[in-house]
């Protein structure tokens, strides 16, 4: 057990520091008055921040839902959902905005029964 643990805070330390070291780079280049004054690069440092600290976000999340489950204080409501309705929704609101910022474009095919 002792074993498991250490390799998960050594897996979880290794998860938070490649992000904060990415914002740390990234506001260090911020910094530079030749990449602020630039509105590409401006942006592209403000994204990495932006993705950067939502990963670490993530991360959080994670670590606190499984605290949640090793207590088991937890309880599982369970209902019917519309997985077509949710994957939809995903490449709405997630995929889309990537493919789009790659400069190209998602559309739905035809269904089939």
């Known amino acids: 057990m002792s074993e498991i643990k250490n390799d998960f805070i050594n897996n979880m330390t290794h998860e938070f520091k490649t992000p904060i070291s990415t914002v740390s780079l990234a506001c260090e280049a ?18 990495i921040i932006h993705d950067e ?7 959080v999340e994670k670590v606190l839902q499984m605290a949640v489950i090793e207590r088991n204080d937890f309880k599982l409501k369970l209902e019917e959902v519309n ?13 889309s905005n990537k493919v789009t910022n ?3 474009g998602l559309h739905q095919g ?4």
């Open 30 to 47: 911020l910094r530079d008055e030749q990449i602020r004054n630039t509105e590409g690069l401006k942006e592209r440092y403000l994204s």
């Open 53 to 59: 600290n939502k990963r670490l976000g993530l991360q």
């Open 83 to 95: 997985v077509h309705e949710i994957i939809e929704k995903a490449i709405a609101n997630i995929m």
């Open 102 to 104: 790659k400069g190209g």
């Open 110 to 113: 035809p269904q089939s029964d």
